[in-house]
DNA sequence: GAGTGGTCTAGACCACGAA
DNA sequence: TCGTGGTCTAGACCACTCG
């Protein structure tokens, strides 16, 4: 029953599969939103057993060709056009304007965006940000988790993390919405004025929490972008914990050729 | 034959399989390094068919937690220790020290590094480089690909792409070795005066020649930068497109609060 | 209920690596 | 040569989705 020439041929028959549909999908055969054959019908076609088409199509996947969901199908993903995050987007002219961060980005990129507020309220300083923000490892301070939209698709999470001492005299920030200009237009407002930001960017595989909470397929990879927002004083006043869904994105950094 | 407790349990086998694997990986009962079970030997310890056994294999792979070779078998993965790019890595007093910025970089974090340079010669400019470059689309320009390693494992390729009308009279930029303070110190040499870069950052999965030129396993991420160099006459005299192993790096970016 | 993908079996043969 | 992983078969039953 078994077939002695499995890779006897110069390539995989699973692979010649993969990178038939894949062609076909390139092409434009299949076009985005498509469903692809179903494996029944794929098994007839290639004349192969299921294992064999279930490779291929597990193939399609990670190549991110494809989006299977149980019961319905597989189908051509289509690419949203990606949204730029550029080192400008913090610049104090936007904030007197009243517009936050996000919106100034997402507006430039075509599609609606959203925002839903998942928590606000005093946590335990995880290390990583306890460190960043120069206070004792779980020691209170504010976290403001939301999720980003655009079209209704997340496309980001992000947590901010403020030091108690910062936030307790200044309402807004335990707010859902803190008003225009964001965080960073109150605490500018409250005496913190915001010199640099630095950021941390890593790229790796979704965890499956992420994989969830952004709708990706298993085995995509995501941003993760450490910011802290440091003050004239010289004093970190938000740590700002992002993952984002990496296809979606592409970040943009400009400095000088220092001395 | 077939099993009809496939899905009833809580999770499926394969899954509990890698779990069980992935706990033994994590709490160092397998150590970096050392070869996990092989698969006859998994069958029959958990009692299952070779399918199942190869998916758990597979799920660990894919969460970078092993590497498997083909006739060797699979053994854990030892996570090196990342690198980081900072931006400051181009500063000025580098360049004049002599350091190129790589190795600047690269000492920083405990490895060897090393460079292989692939190629050094004109190719007609891709279309990405050449609207950086303000360059006709094909039009004759110099590139330079290397591949970076430390401690003997490839962790990064970048090819730096320069107008033809630059570097023509300064020969140094085709050879293997630009001299002391790298590329950007020559161009310096020749009126080119850097004021500043900018960067482009994505992440993605890596393609199949990515796979291959680093030394990745399938379906691992990558950070693909793309650097402009800009002069005080605002010309983008060089623009470097890297590709890095995801696990390998960590950027670090600073910006001030700009008005 | 019909159709889809998801898991699993119990084998087979092939290709690679090390002894 | 022998043990390893890689590919493949020809089925089975289960879970999800939709009409």
Redesign the pocket.
Known sequence: ????????TAK????QIADDLASQIRTGVLAPGAA??????LMERY??????V??A?AELRTTQLIE???????FVRSRPPVQRKSSDRFRRAHRLAGKAAYLAEAEQSGGKPSVNVLFVGPVDAPEEIAERLNVPVGSKVLARKRRYFRDGTPTEEATSYLPWDVVKDIPETFAENPGGGGIYARLEEHGHRLAEFTETVRARLATKAETAALALSPGSPVIHLVRDAITDAGRVVEVCDTVMAADQFVLDYRFPARD
Do not use: L, N
Not at 36 to 41: D, G, L, T, V
Not at 47 to 52: F, L, M
Not at 68 to 74: A, D, I, K, M, P
């Open positions: 029953m078994a077939s002695g020439e499995a890779a006897s995989a028959k699973y692979q692809i054959p179903s494996e029944a019908e004349g192969v057993a299921s294992g064999t279930r490779k199509v299977t969901h149980h019961g319905r199908g597989s």
